[in-house]
């Protein structure tokens, strides 16, 4: 396997094309022969059992109406007045009747065998014992009767019982017909008035006529159709030694069926089909191996197409990959030498396409990378100035900073304390908004920050508003985006308190956790608040993706669109109206791994104030 990868991603171009071109070849080619050879077998295959079963049924259907025309036969001699006389006269009291009727039946049978030159011999056999043919005599004394057709025409209740053997009967023909030259159907008579069993009529079929149905029926090189009755005797075949080692019990408690079995070396295909009429099975067999002979020869004339095809496509692909990677060697060869610093290289670019395109390219790229050059230098003498105007910039903070600590030990000094509590929470409130420059920090810090704001704006407004801070201290610790709560506390003071009609306000800051390990921080106040449709329009506002340049609620929307870029659209800012009077804005958050693994074991966190 690791030859084998080796062979198709060697870093040698043109060899890699042409193993993965030859083994695409070869590969399609194999699965094309082996699989056009399998649809050509299968094809023939299905084609040979096609043919079969139809000569089979067109046999059967070919013998059913010989039969029955037998039976038509055997019928009208049995309800015939004579014969029904002749079976039913008294020997003793009517002896002349009987003689007049044994002339009229013998004339009868010598009439139907004279019209079917096929029945060899007709025989009538009474019930009490006595019997006229028109062609065969009684050897024996014995009676007709014990005969086994005789038996088997009795329990067939009237109807047709075909014999396929004739060995070891009591009757003898007069021109001495061999025992296998025909074969014997016989049918019960009964009488007309009494409705009982009064003899047994028997023809003796000319097995040529069968074979004139069956005989010129080839299935392929060596397949045939023969007949067999209903005890597995067979009724008639051509000459074939395969048929004699076929195991009549194969076809036993089946109306119709196929299977493959081996005879003799072979592999035959056997379908049989059992007549519902006649109760004959009609058998067709055929040698698969000779059937499918001639698919080898195609297998191997194909296996030579594949192997030229192969050869062809080999050459080429070596022609094509030459025009190839010929140019992109070149390219390559450019490409280390601009690599090392050389920049005054140029491809020599006569080619067309893909390949055209490249060497183009990579002369665009070469004189690119000179301009970029001289851009880079300007930028980085850019970039230098800037950063002694930052260094310049970092001064101011820190000067604010210090300003700030000045006045409050100043403050301290004359125990002037509102001076010293508004300068700390002026300086606690920079501190944390910078915070270095960072974009997450803990909410502790930012609670922190917005209460050092409310406590710059309590000091200016005193008695305008109360605050009240609602936490767990287990949240504190959570990772939250920097400056979140402070224009919604902003909004609050200015749009909600300021404009009420109240003589004091509220604010309420509340941070818990929500089911489905959320972080929920609301800000609620008690001023003038807005309405439901005022709320879904401030909700629609913060869910546009492009707002109208009119609109001024800059804070709110950058608040929303930082947690939305920082988490995904299902967090973000919402606004409610407040059942007391006033307005809930409301800031859903991811709880951080850190504060999930630390609240393992214990109770969730879900504080029902924060609604």
């Avoid at 080898?296 to 692909?317: D, E, G, K, N, T």
């Avoid at 880079?376 to 260094?391: D, P």
């Avoid at 004359?414 to 920079?430: C, G, K, M, W």
Wanted: hydrophobic content about 35%.
């Amino acid at each position: 396997m690791k030859n084998i990868q080796e062979l198709l991603f060697t870093k040698n171009l043109r060899r890699s094309f042409l193993a993965f071109t030859f083994t695409a070849v070869i590969s399609v080619t194999l699965v094309l022969t082996m699989a056009g050879s399998r649809i050509y077998i299968d094809s023939i295959e299905e084609h040979a059992y096609a043919s079969t079963a139809e000569m089979q049924n067109q046999v059967q259907k070919s013998v059913d109406l010989k039969l029955e025309d037998i039976e038509k036969t055997l019928k009208l001699l049995g309800e015939s007045r004579e014969v029904q006389g002749y079976l039913t006269v008294d020997e003793e009291r009517e002896q002349g009747k009987r003689v007049e009727l044994e002339t009229s039946v013998r004339n009868l049978l010598l009439e139907y065998s004279a019209v079917h030159k096929d029945y060899l011999n007709i025989v009538l056999a009474s019930s009490r014992g006595h019997y006229l043919s028109n062609d065969s005599y009684r050897i024996q004394k014995q009676d007709l009767s014990e005969e086994g057709w005789y038996q088997d025409a009795v329990r067939a209740e009237g109807k047709p019982v075909v014999i396929s053997s004739s060995i070891g009967r009591n009757l003898q023909d007069w021109r001495n017909y061999s025992s296998d030259s025909y074969v014997s159907v016989a049918q019960g008579i009964y009488g007309k008035e009494s409705r009982e069993l009064i003899g047994v009529v028997l023809i003796d079929l000319d097995k040529l006529s069968i074979q004139g149905l069956v005989g010129d029926i080839t299935l392929g090189q060596t397949g045939f159709v023969f007949i067999m009755d209903s005890k597995g005797n067979v009724l008639y075949t051509p000459e074939n030694k395969v048929v004699y080692r076929i195991n009549p019990a194969w076809f036993q408690g089946a109306g119709s069926g196929s299977f493959k079995c081996r005879i003799q070396e072979g592999e035959y295909r056997i379908i049989y089909n059992q007549s519902d009429y006649t109760r004959l099975t009609t058998v067709g067999l055929y040698d698969m191996g000779k059937t499918i002979e001639g698919v080898s020869r195609v297998q191997r004339v194909s296996f030579l197409l594949a192997i030229i095809c192969c050869a062809a496509a080999l050459a080429w692909s070596a022609f094509f990959s030459k025009t190839i990677t010929t140019p992109i060697s070149n390219l390559s060869r450019l490409m280390k030498r601009a690599q090392t610093g050389d920049l005054s290289v140029r491809f020599d670019n006569h080619y067309q396409g893909e390949i055209g395109q490249l060497g183009d390219s990579f002369n665009s790229m070469v004189d690119k990378i000179n301009e970029l050059l001289q851009l880079v230098y300007a930028e980085q003498k850019q970039k230098r100035e800037a950063e002694m105007k930052i260094l310049r910039e970092q001064i101011k903070p820190h000067f604010l900073y210090n300003t700030l600590d000045s006045i409050q030990w100043m403050a301290k000094r004359y125990q002037a304390t509102d001076i010293v509590e508004t300068v700390r929470a002026l300086s606690n409130f920079f501190r944390i908004s910078l915070s270095s420059g960072k974009e997450y920090i803990t909410l502790r810090e930012e609670m922190t920050l917005v209460l050092s704001y409310l406590d710059v704006q309590k000091f200016r407004y005193e008695d305008l508003f109360e605050y009240e801070p609602v936490f767990d201290e287990q949240l504190l610790d959570c990772m939250v985006p920097r400056l979140i709560l402070q224009p919604l506390v902003e909004n609050a003071l200015y749009h909600g308190i300021k404009e009420s009609d109240r003589e004091r306000g509220n604010i309420r800051i509340c941070a818990c956790r929500e089911k489905g390990d959320r972080l929920l921080i609301s800000v609620a106040d008690d001023g003038a608040g807005m309405s439901r449709e005022e709320c879904e329009q401030m909700n629609g506002l913060l869910r546009m993706e492009e707002r109208p340049e009119e609109i001024r609620a800059f804070g709110v929307l950058n608040v929303h669109d930082r947690i939305r870029f920082s988490y995904g659209e299902s967090y973000g800012l919402f606004y409610r109206p407040r059942t007391e009077g006033g307005t809930v804005a409301e800031i859903r958050l991811p709880l951080n791994s850190r504060y999930i693994r630390d609240m393992e074991g214990k109770r969730n966190v879900e504080d029902s104030n924060c609604r």
